[in-house]
């Protein structure tokens, strides 16, 4: 569903990402951890075509990424979300629906709307939603389009304890139709439960990239153990 080869992103003379390659079957749910700085928000925004690339080959469902054919097949959950100030909940679904074609939209809004505790501010404008409010609001559009790829970056941030619940339920939904799943983010615990495998970033590599039992399989340390040691200095 996705492949990445020889991914490099450069800024000046700094290379944020050197050379990284890797792949996500379908129905996969794929953790990428890393300390701040480790690349994991540059390399989704450069798959998802909101950086340039500097080389490297980036395909979706077979499809470059930069083409229409990809872009109709994947969602991207920021980690900062941006909505519209002058379109109220539902018309943020609704307009969504309309690019992507979707038919039955009311029933699919409708659902998220509620999963989301989203029913009562359907009404409210975009520039009166909360961050959290604005974080539920982004999820429920990059869902009602039914991707078959998703990237979450840092997706349980701003969110309350109902709704990461919520969220983490929807992941389980999604994997067992089909869907594959890049999620970014600090919530090691999360990624054990739900990820069938994980990634490890440092300054700019992919320094692990196995399933969880595999990587501790030599070790009796937890999975936060493991990423503290991978991910640490070689002089501490």
């Not at 959950?77 to 002058?86: A, N």
């Not at 493991?226 to 501490?236: K, N, Y």
Request: with cysteine.
């Amino acid at each position: 569903m996705l492949e990445v080869n020889g991914l490099v992103k450069r800024y000046g003379d700094q290379e944020a990402l050197k050379n990284i390659s890797f792949s996500l079957a379908g129905g996969e749910v794929v953790g990428l951890l890393g300390p701040n700085g480790a690349g994991k928000s540059t390399t989704i925004k450069c798959i998802v075509g909101l950086l340039r690339k500097n080389s490297g080959d980036i395909l979706i469902g077979g499809y470059d990424h930069q083409s229409i054919e990809a872009k109709k097949i994947f969602s991207y959950i920021p980690e900062t979300p941006h909505v519209y100030d002058l379109l109220t909940v539902q018309e943020h679904l609704q307009f969504v629906s309309q690019a992507y074609y979707v038919t039955d939209w009311q029933l699919k809004a409708e659902r998220y709307l509620e999963l989301y505790d989203l029913i009562d501010k359907k009404d409210k404008l975009g520039r009166d939603l909360s961050k959290g409010m604005r974080q539920k609001v982004s999820i429920c559009c990059a869902l009602i389009c039914d991707p078959q790829l998703l990237f979450f970056d840092e997706p349980m941030i701003g969110l309350d304890p109902k709704a990461i619940k919520h969220t983490k339920m929807l992941f389980k939904e999604l994997k067992e139709d089909g869907k594959t799943i890049l999620v970014s983010t600090h919530m090691i615990d999360s990624v054990e439960s739900l990820a069938d495998r994980v990634m490890i970033m440092k300054d700019g590599n992919i320094v692990g990239n196995d399933t969880v039992p595999n990587l501790k399989a030599n070790s009796d340390a937890s999975l936060e153990d493991l990423f503290l040691e991978m991910t640490s200095d070689s002089d501490e």
